[in-house]
């Protein structure tokens, strides 16, 4: 990859960028490979093989999160929560101003961007939780087998309504957050996907 031209800096380092693309594909399999809004369909394919993509790509997105919680105190300036995240007040005022189209842009995430991956990051974490949960007491399968395996079906049926629930709340943020990034690159004039996967941005 090319260095950053005079005009132009290094924000997103490659850990961060290769979290984001990975984590994309993680969720995407994971979501599509679900029973529920996609039972239909997966009575035409092979459900064990299904079973296999979704619980693989649901231990990805577990690595993942372990992955950003660390690299979020560990990582690069712009990689760090004290970077981008900000309180209820200054993160209402920018979107307040981003709908006045007076927004400041920012180098890093701004503090509308910083407030979507914390709830992101919250709602995958509940959602692969609930997910080993059910795992391990509906199919006796993964690391919490072994507490949950006696749980009764109204239990098992608790966990499941949990976890559609947070799969299904994660894909409405995934919506908002590619709607943010569209309306702050149309703002700003500049590409922010496509600065996700150089890294660099307009200095």
Same mark, same amino acid.
């Given at each position: 990859?090319? /260095?950053?031209?005079? /005009?132009?800096?290094? %924000?997103?380092?490659?850990?961060?960028?290769? =979290?984001?693309?990975?984590?994309?594909?993680? +969720?995407?399999?994971?979501?599509?490979?679900?029973?529920?809004?996609?039972?239909?369909?997966?009575?035409?394919?092979?459900?064990?093989?299904?079973?296999?993509?979704?619980?693989?790509?649901?231990?990805?997105?577990?690595?993942?999160?372990? =992955?950003?919680?660390?690299?979020? +105190?560990?990582?690069?300036?712009?990689?760090?929560?004290?970077? +981008?995240?900000?309180?209820?007040?200054?993160?209402?005022?920018?979107?307040?101003? %981003?709908?006045?189209?007076?927004?400041?842009?920012?180098?890093?995430? /701004?503090?509308?961007?910083?407030?979507?991956? %914390?709830?992101?990051?919250?709602?995958?974490?509940?959602?692969?939780?609930?997910?080993?949960?059910?795992?391990?007491?509906?199919?006796?399968?993964?690391?919490?087998?072994?507490?949950?395996?006696?749980?009764?079906?109204?239990?098992?049926?608790?966990?499941?309504?949990?976890?559609? +629930? =947070?799969?299904? =709340?994660?894909?409405?943020?995934?919506?908002?957050?590619?709607?943010? %990034?569209?309306?702050?690159?149309?703002?700003?004039?500049? /590409?922010?996907?496509?600065?996700?996967?150089?890294?660099?941005?307009?200095?």
């Amino acid at each position: 990859m090319t /260095n950053p031209t005079p /005009n132009e800096i290094l %924000v997103w380092d490659p850990l961060v960028r290769l =979290f984001h693309w990975t984590l994309v594909v993680a +969720f995407t399999l994971a979501y599509f490979s679900q029973e529920g809004p996609f039972e239909d369909l997966l009575d035409q394919v092979d459900g064990d093989w299904l079973q296999a993509i979704h619980v693989w790509a649901g231990y990805t997105i577990a690595g993942l999160l372990l =992955f950003r919680l660390l690299w979020g +105190f560990a990582g690069p300036h712009h990689a760090r929560f004290s970077d +981008f995240v900000r309180g209820p007040r200054e993160t209402l005022r920018y979107v307040k101003d %981003v709908l006045t189209l007076r927004a400041p842009r920012h180098l890093g995430h /701004n503090p509308a961007g910083g407030a979507m991956i %914390v709830a992101l990051l919250l709602s995958l974490t509940i959602t692969v939780v609930a997910g080993l949960m059910l795992y391990g007491a509906d199919k006796g399968l993964g690391p919490l087998a072994s507490l949950l395996l006696a749980s009764s079906d109204a239990a098992i049926h608790s966990i499941e309504e949990v976890h559609e +629930f =947070f799969a299904n =709340f994660t894909l409405l943020l995934v919506v908002g957050h590619l709607v943010g %990034v569209i309306w702050e690159s149309l703002l700003h004039r500049e /590409n922010l996907a496509h600065a996700m996967i150089t890294g660099r941005k307009r200095a």
